[in-house]
């Protein structure tokens, strides 16, 4: 039952129920203790936006042998210096490695926060016990070393802190970064690079004098926490300047929560040439597309026969199914300046890369993973009894328990069904990449950007997504689950053994 018709059937408005806690109140006193899919009232958070003067910047460049500090340290956000976490000083935000497919890693990651942490390297096929899993960490004051090959192909990766329930904490105020992998393939392409290729980490959150305040209410783990500031790369309200030619845009929701309908204030096509798992099958121009936190897309903008002087804005549009609290409000993220009139002997290629679908007859299990909201009575006051939480097939992440078995080398369609529920829920598998196979209600059909591979897909309100995921041989345990990181905080997670 989705919270808006239960409200209505009880005879109660939204702000009653949430104000008086009669309706909470009569499922407690009714007998029924769980699974009614309702959530609490959510609003949207409003975007403010700022002047768009501050040049964009980027993180520095790191090789495959690197030691990143997790700490608490100081950035320069509205004018201010104020507290942040970084994996560098003085900053948001850690080091974009830059690796070549074939290189060994070898990375040391030093906590020193008064809590403990770890990376997840999302995006990356590697082994179980390098993957950032909830159970791998570096206490307070200890180290973690990252020691990896990386066999698989370009792509767009990135890394954060992935310790339960602390996760969405230590992202908002300041812990990611890029992992760029390159290959041959892709330098066959002759993409836009060096100066023309752009790196953009879209953020929001909420900024004071005080620090990034990170506290969320209720009603917030229910939406996700979202933030009033745009952020790219660290830089609130930025601006760059572009020339007369194509430009490549890397861009990452780095966001906890925020999903973004990407459009250009000119109206021009973006043309989407890659997205989690890198490189699609051919180019697809688009006038707006979604992006969930965790989502990377790979995408060409011309600014060539744009006059000198005009100002364009990337935006995120208002878009509908995204729940009671997203896509309400149409804002600028980021400013681009045409300045310099250039020759650009870029040619936007027919082809881009070959990937080939994977058979449906070749699975050997399909799974159904419900993943509307749900309420559960636990015995102490909490709404009078009742208290929110976000689960999978009516379950809580456990770090002590295996949910699903799976085996190396297999494939297997995993359907994610939101048909009963009312919020977006973007679903990412740990060390898999899979292809998107079909959305049946609210939208029901696929997008531009989930052709090719995938290890995150957003299933709005109503939806249910199936996906075929092929196994390979890194065995271990793994977890899967939503990225609205206060979801997964929340314990929308389990996991899966590959054995």
Known sequence: MKRRSFLKMSGLSLGSAITSGSAIGLIATSGCKKDFR???????VPVSEGNFSKPLSYPIQAGSNFTITAQSTTA??????????????????????????????????QNNLSEHTNIHWHGLKIPALMDGHPDQLANAGGTFRYQFTVNQRAGLSWYHPHPHEHTGKQVFQGLA???????????????????YEL????????????????????????????????LVNGIYSPFTNVSTRFYRLRILNGSNARIYNLALSNYADMVIIGNDGGLLNKPSAVK?????????????VNFAGITIGTEIFLLSKEFSNGGSAQGKQEFKIMKFKVSNNVMDTFSLPT???????????????????????????????????????????????????????????????????????????PMHLHGVFFQVIQRNGGRASLIASETGWKDTVLVMEGERVSVIVPFENNKGKYVFHCHNLEHED??????????
Not at 92 to 98: D, E
């Open 288 to 300: 707006e597309i979604l992006i969930a936190p965790g989502e990377r897309l790979d995408v060409l």
């Open 351 to 425: 082809n881009l890369s070959s990937i080939a679908s994977v058979p449906t007859s070749s699975v050997v299990k399909t799974r159904t993973f419900e993943i509307s909201n749900a309420m559960e009575h636990h015995g102490y006051p909490m709404n009078n009894g009742m208290q929110m939480r976000h689960r999978i097939n009516g379950i809580l992440f456990d770090s002590n328990r295996i949910d699903v078995g799976v085996s190396a080398n297999t494939n297997e369609i995993w359907v994610f069904d939101n048909s009963a529920g009312d919020e977006p829920h």
């Open 38 to 44: 309702m959530g609490l009232m959510t609003v949207p």
């Open 199 to 230: 790196p953009l980490i879209i953020q929001d959150k909420r900024i004071t004098e005080n620090g990034i305040t990170y506290n969320p209410t209720m009603e917030e783990i229910m939406a996700g926490y979202m933030g009033d500031s745009i």
């Open 177 to 195: 970064g890029l992992f760029i992998i390159n290959d041959a393939e892709e330098a066959s392409l002759n993409l836009p690079s060096d100066q």
């Open 76 to 109: 320069n956000l509205k004018g201010a210096n104020i507290p942040v976490l970084g994996y560098q000083p003085k900053s948001l935000l850690g080091p974009s490695f830059k690796i070549n497919k074939g290189e060994t890693v070898n990375i040391l990651l």
């Open 490 to 499: 929340d314990g929308m997670m389990l996991q899966y053994q590959l054995s």
